[in-house]
């Protein structure tokens, strides 16, 4: 149900709800200090800010989840103290979020590989790119629940992968790599 209703456009909701006013993200602050109040060092919420995610920026959407995670205690706690805000993080919604973060951290992984190197050629991308499904093949089991998206996601890689291996560009590519 979670998938169903797009937990990632909720997440996307929260986070531009949090981040829509200054007043809001010092609240945010606010609260992050208060929860960690009590706690010891190793269990203190780091004072980072939510990230939006942003069309033109690769892996935008996994670093968006991947740091609502981190600080989830500090937005469900946020989102409780504020009535007149109607969206939601339940702790279903954050279980799916992690499994969406999960997965996404694969391409992403690949993303960051790529963009160390000044040029990327389709000599080093296409062995990633192998890497890549052979990993996702391995993380279906891990992520039953969000198969559908992985499989889809193999299916695309794979079509590319042919379609640039039968391209003479590549063996040229493969020549002078």
């Known amino acids: 149900e979670c998938l169903e209703s797009d937990v990632v456009s909720a997440a996307r909701k929260i986070v531009n709800t949090i981040r829509a006013s200054d007043q809001r993200r010092e609240t945010f602050q606010q609260i992050i200090k208060e929860l960690n109040q009590t706690r010891e060092n190793a269990n203190k919420i780091p004072g980072l800010q939510l990230l939006r995610d942003v069309d033109t920026r690769w892996s935008s959407i996994f670093l968006m989840i991947d740091r609502l995670l981190l600080l989830s205690e500090a937005v469900l706690e946020f989102l409780r103290r504020n009535d007149d805000i109607d969206e939601e993080l339940t702790h279903i919604q954050c279980d799916v979020l992690n499994d969406i973060r999960e997965f996404l951290s694969y391409p ?3 993303q960051e590989e790529l963009s160390g190197e000044q040029t990327p050629t389709l000599s080093q ?4 790119y192998e890497q890549l499904i052979t990993n996702l093949t391995h993380a279906k089991e891990d992520l039953p629940k ?12 794979k079509e590319y992968v042919v379609r640039s291996r039968k391209n003479p560009v590549y063996i040229l590519a493969m020549g002078v790599y």
């Open 108 to 110: 992403h992984a690949v």
């Open 146 to 157: 969000i198969s559908h998206a992985i499989d889809a996601t193999i299916e695309k890689l």
């Open 125 to 128: 991308v296409l062995p990633l």
